[in-house]
């Protein structure tokens, strides 16, 4: 294990006394839910990407922390609000706030996680202003990927997939490594960050790779419902079925169709297929494209990179349960 791996591990311990510092105090209403929220913080990715990113490039201890924790809490807020949205009962194992507290507290505490962010970002005394533009561009970005998610009309044609996965999930995971090089000084501004446009394919590459994974992990096994399915959303395996010459017209009639009692029987055929294969081998495709790009990036963020890199392959090479969390 390298040196920063092994401080990023003791920093996550100072992450989750820093959110019990900042959550909101017991006389608050939103504290139980946020307190609940936080007993299982997930695997906290963007922020270890925030932290080890900074050490590589020796940002301060206190700047760090804030602007990892500014991601994470960003990232949790789009996962409450996504939970709204698709009126999710789970997250993380447990309930979900929406589920558990109410849609209403579900969006109030969404919304403190956003503004909480924006505080924690603005601490930076030098780029502070910088670090918030950065995190208000990534979610309007997100949201804006979240929206095309819940309202394509019809089966989505493989490069809307490719646009809309990318922008749910890539956003999110590259501005922790941006900030981190702004707040270092790498860069004197954000329009400084636009020379990191290799970053960007990196990680839009590895978000493709997550989304498809979880796209496979929806359809597989048949013997779950697919939510992707029944929902009519956004689904790599979908995408790739529907447009099989011995099955396309017949399923995207069923598709386009508010037709549900099918579900299971299309679920199946799906997941007998070979689509499951050509999905599988577009994950390697992508994830091979990130490893190349590596070398593309300024020697500092090469190591933070590759750990990325590395991170997702080890994701996507075992069967996930959900999204990146």
Not at 45 to 60: I, N, W
Not at 193 to 205: H, N, P, R, T, V
Not at 249 to 267: G, R, T, V
């Amino acid at each position: 294990m390298s040196l920063i791996n092994i401080k990023v591990i003791k920093s996550l311990d100072s992450l989750d006394r820093l959110y019990q510092r900042e959550l909101p105090s017991i006389n608050n209403s939103l504290a139980q839910a946020a307190n609940y929220h936080f007993q299982n913080p997930g695997k906290s990715f963007r922020a270890q990407l925030a932290l080890c990113s900074g050490l590589a490039l020796g940002l301060d201890e206190h700047n760090n922390l804030h602007w990892a924790a500014a991601c994470e809490l960003l990232h949790n807020a789009s996962l409450i609000h996504d939970d709204i949205s698709d009126a999710s009962t789970h997250r993380r194992g447990q309930t979900s706030i929406n589920e558990q507290f109410g849609s209403d507290m579900a969006l109030c505490l969404g919304d403190w996680m956003i503004a909480k962010a924006f505080e924690l970002a603005a601490r930076n005394s030098h780029h502070g202003g910088a670090l918030v533009a950065l995190l208000a561009q990534a979610m309007q970005e997100t949201c804006s990927g979240q929206i095309s998610d819940i309202t394509l009309p019809q089966c989505a044609e493989l490069e809307e997939w490719q646009r809309i996965a990318k922008g749910k999930t890539a956003p999110l995971l590259i501005a922790p490594i941006k900030g981190a090089a702004l707040a270092a000084g790498l860069y004197s501004n954000t329009s400084g960050l636009e020379s990191l446009g290799g970053l960007e394919k990196l990680i839009g590459f590895c978000g493709l790779a997550y989304q498809g994974r979880n796209d496979i992990d929806d359809i597989i096994p048949s013997s779950h419902r697919s939510s992707d399915l029944e929902g009519r959303k956004p689904n790599l395996v979908i995408s790739l079925f529907s447009i099989k010459d011995h099955s396309k017209e017949e399923f995207n009639i069923w598709y386009q169709s508010a037709d549900k009692n099918l579900l299971a029987h299309w679920q199946q055929r799906i997941a007998s297929s070979d689509v499951i294969l050509q999905a599988n081998q577009s994950i390697d495709y992508w994830l091979l494209q990130a490893d190349q790009l590596v070398l593309t990036l300024p020697a500092t963020l090469q190591p933070v990179a590759r750990e990325l890199v590395t991170s997702v392959k080890d994701k996507t090479s075992i069967r996930l349960q959900g999204q990146i969390a």
